[in-house]
């Protein structure tokens, strides 16, 4: 399967820039944003770390809801995306104070518009020394 | 985007059979079974629990021939697909010896057969009781 780069807009650009705005509103603790983020006629899942697996919107968007009651100082860099039609994972590495974690993020387009279906985040070892960008 | 259940080849069936298969293939330190499971037409990578990202078809087959040289009892339970057109997303957990994980592994379809592109596990609290499954 060929990757799809570039079929209208399902651009990787588009992919890293709703990858970037899912950081800035982590970071925020803007909850409403991150509901749009997150699909709505696709299933969806996460596994935040230290939780259980989360499954079902509503289930997801109320963990959300307490984890954004206090938001980390949370910034993510080194994304890479690998795209597969209208399914895009993002692979990055986060840094919320001392801590590093690697992700992935797995996209849908709902509309033309990439959504949020799937998280998944775990701590690194601490020797890893990744680049950091702001968002 | 609607899920796409039971088109041609697609079934949530098929996705979990192969992630069945890639525990099984693990527990066993299967390489060459481990090789075929892989895309070998998509990007792949891999976030081991405790290692840095891993890029790449050769970089990923070789840290599961690293890790392959001493196989892990592991068993996977509770299995969860998400499926979307020819990507499939299956949330699992995973238990080895007396450790707890939870894992994303995500997979395309390549010549009508399910192949792994991306899988991150995630150690769990310890409070977690999940339901487990052999394979």
């Given at each position: 399967m060929?990757?799809?780069?570039g079929s209208g807009m399902s651009t990787p650009q588009d992919v890293l820039g709703t990858n970037a705005a899912f950081y800035a509103v982590f970071a925020d603790g803007d909850v409403?944003?991150?509901?749009r983020l997150?699909?709505?006629a696709s299933e969806v899942s996460c596994l935040h770390p230290?939780?259980?697996?989360?499954?079902g919107r509503d289930q997801v968007l109320d963990s959300w809801r307490l984890i954004?009651?206090?938001p980390p100082p949370i910034v993510a860099g080194d994304p890479r995306v690998m795209q597969f039609g209208d399914t895009a994972v993002v692979v990055?590495?986060?840094?919320?104070?001392?801590?590093?974690l690697a992700a992935t993020n797995i996209f849908v387009r709902e509309d033309g518009v990439w959504k949020l279906v799937h998280r998944q985040?775990?701590?690194l070892p601490e020797l890893v020394p990744?680049?950091?960008?702001?968002?």
């Amino acid at each position: 399967m060929p990757l799809a780069w570039g079929s209208g807009m399902s651009t990787p650009q588009d992919v890293l820039g709703t990858n970037a705005a899912f950081y800035a509103v982590f970071a925020d603790g803007d909850v409403t944003m991150m509901e749009r983020l997150w699909a709505s006629a696709s299933e969806v899942s996460c596994l935040h770390p230290g939780w259980p697996p989360v499954f079902g919107r509503d289930q997801v968007l109320d963990s959300w809801r307490l984890i954004l009651e206090q938001p980390p100082p949370i910034v993510a860099g080194d994304p890479r995306v690998m795209q597969f039609g209208d399914t895009a994972v993002v692979v990055c590495q986060e840094r919320v104070g001392g801590m590093m974690l690697a992700a992935t993020n797995i996209f849908v387009r709902e509309d033309g518009v990439w959504k949020l279906v799937h998280r998944q985040a775990t701590r690194l070892p601490e020797l890893v020394p990744p680049r950091w960008a702001m968002h």
